[in-house]
C-alpha cells in the first residue's frame, strides 16, 4: 500500500473518467508536466494500485439486453469443492463475474443473455448442471447507474 496524496487522487478520477489518456493529457489537464505525471501513474502502477486499462463493452448494443444476478447456493459443501465450482462456472461465457460471498448464498454470479430465453437456456443446461449447485435466486437487472467510487 502506498500513501496517495491528493494530486494522485486526480490523476486517479482522471483516468477512471478516460483510461485511454496519455500522460501528457493528463498533466495538462491537471496542470502537471507530462513527466511528472507519467512518474506518478508509473509509481502507482508498481505499487499494483493501477492494475490496467479496460474495454468497457454496452452489453445491449452487443446484443446482450438481459443481465441477470444470480444467487447460488452449493448443495453439498463437502463433496464438491469451491475451486472445482469457480473453474467450471468461470468456463461459462456469459458469467461475467463470479463472487465468493458470505449470507444466504455462497456465489454471487452477473450472467449476461441475448433474452430472458436464451437466459432460461444458460441457466437450465450450463449453470444448474454444475458440480454442487443448490438452491438459485436470480434477479434481473433493470437499469444500473456507475459510481465513481472512492476516489471519484
Known amino acids: 500500500m502506498i500513501d496517495l496524496d491528493d494530486t494522485d487522487r486526480r490523476i ?3 483516468l477512471v473518467a478516460d483510461a485511454t489518456q496519455s500522460a501528457g493529457a493528463v498533466g495538462r489537464a491537471l496542470g502537471l508536466s507530462q513527466p511528472a505525471t507519467w512518474r506518478r501513474i508509473n ?3 508498481d505499487a499494483g494500485v493501477l492494475t ?3 474495454v468497457e463493452i454496452d452489453l445491449e448494443k ?3 439486453g438481459v443481465t441477470v444476478f444470480l444467487g447460488v447456493k452449493l448443495a453439498t459443501k463437502g ?3 469451491l475451486e472445482d465450482f469457480e473453474r467450471a ?3 461459462i461465457p456469459e458469467v461475467q463475474a463470479v463472487h465468493h460471498v458470505l449470507g444466504l448464498y455462497d456465489y454471487r454470479l452477473r450472467v449476461v443473455a441475448r433474452d ?3 437466459f432460461e437456456r444458460v441457466l437450465r443446461r450450463r449453470i444448474m448442471t454444475l458440480p454442487g449447485v443448490g438452491d438459485v435466486e436470480a434477479n434481473v437487472l433493470l437499469s444500473e447507474e456507475r ?3 472512492p476516489i471519484g
Open 89 to 91: 462456472v468461470s468456463a
Open 12 to 14: 486517479l478520477r482522471a
Open 52 to 54: 490496467g486499462r479496460r
Open 62 to 64: 452487443a446484443g446482450f
Open 116 to 118: 430472458i430465453s436464451d
Open 147 to 149: 459510481l465513481p467510487g
Open 79 to 81: 463433496r464438491v469443492s
Open 43 to 45: 509509481r502507482m502502477q
